[in-house]
Structures are given as C-alpha cells and as structure tokens.
C-alpha cells in the first residue's frame, strides 16, 4: 500500500512563507524522484518543482524560481516544498507526486 500525505498549506499574508510537507508511506523515497504541482481554480494542474533521482538536480517553474525551494529527508521518508514571498497568484491545491501516486493536496491561499 502506498500512501501520500500533504499538510502544511494555509492562508498566508502577502510576502509570508510556508512549507509544506508530503510523507510517504508504502515505500522509501531515497531513490525517487518527486515533484510538487499546484492547480488554482478553474485552471489546469501545473508542476511546479521536481527533485530528480537521489536527489542530484532540482526544476523549478519560471513562476517560483528563486522564491520555492524542493528538498527531502529521506530519515523521515518525507520531502518539502520552501515557498517564500508567497502572493495571491500561488494560490491553489498543492499536490505532491512520486512514481504515478498522488496526494490529496493541500489548500494554500495567497491573500491580496
């Protein structure tokens, strides 16, 4: 069985940070790959960060390079999603996804 768990999203001031978490259980996520998207309302799903294999090299979206950083810690089976200066146009559901299994999201809101 495999699991993914998103938590840490919230309203957050214009400027505020937040980290999100995603924990996986069924598997560990040493030798994975995995990424975070988003999907605000009414639009399409898009990724946003990726952390590739053994965690070597990172992808970011044009939209939130230089302001959200993707990491893990495989002692926890868990990886993050660092998201600074957060504004309204972050808002949305934030995904995580490793292999072809999905979390259930976590709902952050970019107040304006």
């Known amino acids: 069985q495999v699991q993914l768990v998103e938590s840490g999203g919230e309203l957050v001031q214009p400027g505020g940070s937040l980290r999100l978490s995603c924990t996986v259980s069924g598997f560990a996520i040493s030798r994975d790959g995995m990424s975070w998207y988003r999907q605000a309302p009414g639009k399409e799903r898009e990724l946003v960060a990726v952390?590739?294999?053994?965690?070597?090299?990172?992808y970011y979206a044009d939209s939130v390079k230089s302001r959200f950083t993707i990491y893990r810690d495989n002692d926890k089976n868990t990886k993050y999603l660092q998201m600074n200066s957060l504004n309204s146009r972050d808002t949305g559901m934030y995904y995580c996804s490793v292999r072809k299994f999905w979390g259930q999201g976590t709902q952050v809101t970019g107040s304006s």
């Open positions: 952390i590739n294999t053994f965690g070597h090299s990172t």
